[in-house]
């Protein structure tokens, strides 16, 4: 079992900056891959980024290329999303996700395992 927390979500201004943390415990991450998604009211939940915990290799939707960065600690079992020129079409709630690599298909939430409880992001115009 693999328990996820994310922090760091919170209200900023279009332009402006917020780094997201999700931090694992339970098991070792080496054959995972790991996740951000983020469900805006009303609509279904959108891939953002994920990560190869062993390799660091990282994936991003078109949407956010260039402007969010996902990373991982392996110290501190933690990773990371740094969101940059927040818009508010980036408002949601975002969601980290885990699952053992060979199973994850990408951008498809329904192949992840683990799931964490959300964190709010709020860009206001």
């Known amino acids: 079992q693999v328990q996820l927390v994310e922090s760091g979500g919170g209200l900023v201004q279009a332009g402006e900056s917020l780094r997201l943390s999700c931090a694992a415990s339970?098991?070792?991450?080496?054959?995972?891959?790991m996740g951000w998604f983020r469900q805006a009211p009303g609509k279904e939940r959108e891939y953002v980024a994920a990560?190869?915990?062993?390799?660091?290799?990282?994936y991003y939707a078109n949407s956010v290329k260039g402007r969010f960065t996902i990373s991982r600690d392996n110290a501190k079992n933690t990773m990371y999303l740094e969101m940059n020129s927040l818009k508010p079409d980036d408002t949601a709630v975002y969601y980290c996700?885990?699952?053992?690599?060979?199973?994850?298909?990408?951008?498809?939430?329904?192949?992840?395992?683990?799931w964490g409880q959300g964190t709010q992001v709020t860009v206001s115009s």
């Open positions: 996700a885990a699952g053992l690599i060979y199973l994850i298909r990408i951008e498809d939430p329904n192949t992840y395992n683990y």
């Open positions: 339970g098991r070792t991450l080496r054959n995972f891959r």
């Open positions: 990560i190869n915990w062993s390799t660091s290799d990282t």
